[in-house]
């Protein structure tokens, strides 16, 4: 089992800018999270998908985010034009669809921080 | 989603049992109750999980009252590593399992 990976750990920008972070899910895991999480709060859940399909968005999810799942292994999460409120941890878990009771795995995140 | 209430924050001492206390009046008859650990610039990592009685593993112990309206986690000897949130959840939101994540309990274990 070698975990959740993501990828960069750290990424600083300056606001405007575009990131993407990358997300590779335990393997046999169809079902994907993305969460975000601020200093002193517990995560908020933004999107997930099961395989490929994008299933549900959070309204924290504006439309300058995108995430997709390509054949449904790893998944990008992408920013365009970065503000300042968008530093923050960003989350990846995976998790099998057997029933929502699953354990979620997650990731050690991408912190992003915005100049 | 049942609401959950737990301590902002614990102290404990090193080789001390720790026990913290989530309410949950709400929980549903098909809610199970999982908890979470989180250290700092680390993801969430799931500890335990159960939906009534007992549950124990290698971490930790989960107890659950018969009207399943609170739960309580159990640590036993806690170490300066233990240092870290924990996180209560009850349920799932719908068919798609996301979490619901409160503030958490501040655990600081002391030396």
């Known amino acids: 089992d070698t975990g959740v990976s993501q990828n960069p750990r750290h990424k600083i920008t300056k606001r405007g800018q575009n990131v993407t972070f990358r997300c590779d899910p335990i393997?046999?895991?169809?079902?994907l999270y993305w969460y975000r999480q601020t200093l002193g709060q517990g995560p908020e859940f933004l999107t997930y998908?099961?395989?490929?399909?994008?299933?549900?968005k959070s309204r924290l999810l504006s439309d300058r985010f995108s995430a997709e799942r390509p054949k449904g292994s790893f998944s990008t999460l992408e920013i365009q034009r970065t503000e300042q409120g968008d530093s923050a941890m960003y989350l990846c878990?995976?998790?099998?669809?057997?029933?929502?009771?699953?354990?979620?795995?997650f990731g050690d995140g991408t912190r992003l921080s915005i100049l | 989603l049942a609401k959950t209430t737990q301590p902002i924050s614990m102290d404990s001492y090193e080789g001390q049992e720790v026990n913290i206390t989530c309410s949950h009046n709400?929980?549903?008859?098909?809610?199970?109750i999982t908890w979470y650990q989180q250290f700092p610039s680390q993801g969430p990592r799931f500890i335990i999980q159960?939906?009534?009685t007992k549950v124990t593993n290698e971490v930790a112990s989960l107890f659950i009252p018969a009207d399943r309206k609170s739960s309580t986690l159990s640590l036993p000897r806690v170490s300066l590593s233990d240092t870290a949130v924990y996180y209560c959840?009850?349920?799932?939101?719908?068919?798609?399992?996301?979490?619901?994540f409160g503030q958490g309990t501040t655990l600081q274990v002391k030396p």
């Open positions: 959840l009850v349920g799932h939101s719908g068919n798609t399992g996301k979490l619901i």
């Open positions: 159960g939906y009534k």
């Open positions: 709400n929980i549903a008859t098909n809610d199970y």
């Open positions: 998908f099961q395989n490929e399909a994008q299933l549900e």
């Open positions: 878990a995976s998790s099998l669809a057997l029933d929502g009771n699953q354990p979620q795995h």
């Open positions: 393997s046999e895991h169809n079902r």
